[in-house]
């Protein structure tokens, strides 16, 4: 089985940066689709960022392209999300999740296209 364990969390005032990193385990993670989804109060769950295996292909949700980049070590089997110049907005729990591939089902800028899930970390911004 595949397991994400995030960490990194952390309040930071607007215009700061942070890094989450999420520590994966399993013989396959390597050729999943990883990515980073958050959970804001009173908002919808939405994709942040993913990343494909192999090539590396990125993808970023419009509110923080620009602003955070989401890369992977697979020797570490670490997925790491940067992310600069924080809006009180990014407010949330910020969840890493993995995808098996291929996959039919939604399109990996939607947050249920993923069917591995970690606890997720906390982001505030104020």
């Known amino acids: 089985d595949v397991q994400l364990v995030e960490s990194g969390e952390g309040s930071v005032q607007a215009g700061r940066s942070l890094r989450l990193s999420c520590a994966s385990s399993?013989?396959?993670?390597?050729?999943?689709?990883m990515g980073w989804v958050r959970q804001a109060p009173g908002k919808e769950r939405e994709g942040v960022a993913a990343?494909?295996?192999?090539?590396?292909?990125?993808w970023y949700g419009d509110s923080v392209k620009g602003r955070f980049t989401i890369s992977r070590d697979y020797s570490r089997k670490t997925l790491t999300l940067h992310m600069t110049d924080l809006k009180p907005e990014d407010t949330g729990l910020y969840v890493c999740?993995?995808?098996?591939?291929?996959?039919?089902?939604?399109?990996?800028?939607?947050?249920?296209?993923?069917?591995?899930w970690g606890q997720g970390t906390q982001v505030t911004v104020s």
């Open positions: 990343i494909s295996p192999g090539s590396g292909r990125r």
């Open positions: 399993g013989s396959i993670v390597s050729t999943m689709c």
């Open positions: 999740a993995a995808q098996k591939l291929p996959s039919r089902g939604a399109p990996w800028s939607d947050s249920d296209f993923y069917g591995t």
